[in-house]
């Protein structure tokens, strides 16, 4: 709930004097040691040009281009090679692909709120775990102007990807901690279910999927967007908090 909340000045005052603002209540309060964060659609708007490579993918080889895109969502992209195209030579569609995404930047942009966030947490608190693969992560997170972790998994450091805990398991060692100290932050039902299966907290966003979708893939806590989130520091603690304006 956000309610209103006017102040009125001392003494004799004009109407444009009375300043309103408001001032949400309703804020959920999250506490762990560390944040991992997957990239495309939760801290980089990449959907353009991630939909602009499949569709002319998909056309190639003759299918219907919103299915791939829904498809290969949240997902490593030889796993959507693999599953659409059994017999194929994976790994040079997988290269082919990468530099396609890698040379498309346009409109690839940071996420309302990410910035902010990111840069407000201490650097050693958070991670960035992500299907894409290092180059083109890299590439994403230059392109849209966020700060680079100081630890970055990617598909090369697994060997199964999410839905799969292991990235978010490969994520929390990275920064010294057990999966069920973090939260992951997803958009992807993929992406939520490989949080879940690690045992760690997930908050989900708005970006992608439906709330009907996110909720049955598990998730914890669901927000707009990263500009709902809030980082604040706990006085001599190990722990972080979050606040959520949900």
Not at 99 to 109: P, S
Not at 130 to 143: K, M, Q, Y
Request: charged content about 25%; hydrophobic content about 45%; proline content about 7%.
């Amino acid at each position: 709930m956000t309610v209103k909340v006017t102040f009125e000045p001392q003494g004799r005052a004009r109407t444009a004097d009375f300043k309103t603002v408001q001032v949400s209540l309703d804020m959920t309060k999250i506490q762990s040691r560390g944040v991992l964060f997957d990239l495309d659609g939760v801290l980089v708007d990449s959907t353009p040009a991630v939909a602009r490579c499949w569709t002319k993918w998909a056309l190639r080889h003759g299918f219907v281009p919103d299915e791939v895109i829904r498809i290969a969502h949240g997902r490593p992209s030889i796993a959507t090679l693999r599953e659409l195209l059994p017999d194929a030579d994976h790994q040079a569609a997988d290269r082919e692909m990468e530099r396609w995404e890698i040379e498309d930047l346009d409109g690839v942009i940071p996420l309302p709120g990410a910035l902010e966030l990111l840069k407000s947490l201490p650097a050693e608190s958070w991670t960035i775990v992500t299907s894409c693969t290092r180059p083109l992560a890299e590439v994403r997170i230059r392109a849209a102007g966020l700060p680079m972790p100081r630890q970055l998994v990617t598909a090369a450091d697994v060997q199964n990807g999410k839905p799969n805990p292991e990235p978010y398991v490969k994520g929390a060692e990275r920064l010294g901690l057990a999966p069920q100290d973090c939260v992951v932050v997803e958009d992807a039902p993929a992406g939520i279910r490989a949080g879940k299966a690690s045992q760690a907290s997930v908050i989900a966003v708005r970006t992608t999927a439906s709330d009907a979708e996110l909720s049955a893939a598990g998730a914890d806590w669901t927000v707009e967007d990263l500009s709902s989130v809030r980082f604040k520091a706990l006085a001599r603690s190990q722990h972080l908090e979050l606040l959520l304006e949900e």
